[in-house]
């Protein structure tokens, strides 16, 4: 079973960058898809990006802005965000993709205008 914890949200004006960081545990995290999900004010959670191994997946909202990227031997995945927008409001979760039933508290990111 894979154990994950988010970090790094916070608030942020629109064009600025922020850069959200999870920490897994568990023997299969380094061999499991990781994904990064939110969910915005008034809207379902939803996909943003994942990895597994080198392979990278996003989506369309986010592609050119953000970046997950994954370093095996600290087991985090992180995922920088540039060119926020205030649209990028909410919070941000990190699951294996794709997701279990237990997400954790995720991380707050907040972009003003």
């Known amino acids: 079973q894979v154990h994950l914890v988010e970090s790094g949200g916070g608030l942020v004006q629109a064009g600025g960058s922020l850069r959200l960081s999870c920490a897994g545990s568990?023997?299969?995290?380094?061999?499991?898809?990781i994904g990064w999900f939110r969910q915005t004010p008034g809207k379902e959670r939803e996909f943003v990006a994942s990895?597994?191994?080198?392979?990278?997946s996003y989506a369309e909202f986010v592609k050119g802005r953000f970046t997950i990227s994954r370093d095996s031997a600290k087991n985090v995945v992180d995922l920088q965000m540039n060119s926020l927008e205030p649209e990028d409001t909410g919070v941000y979760y990190c699951?294996?993709?794709?997701?279990?039933?237990?997400w954790g508290q995720g991380t707050q990111v907040t972009v003003s205008s």
């Open positions: 699951n294996t993709d794709p997701p279990g039933n237990y």
């Open positions: 568990g023997r299969t995290f380094s061999s499991q898809a």
């Open positions: 990895i597994k191994w080198i392979t990278t």
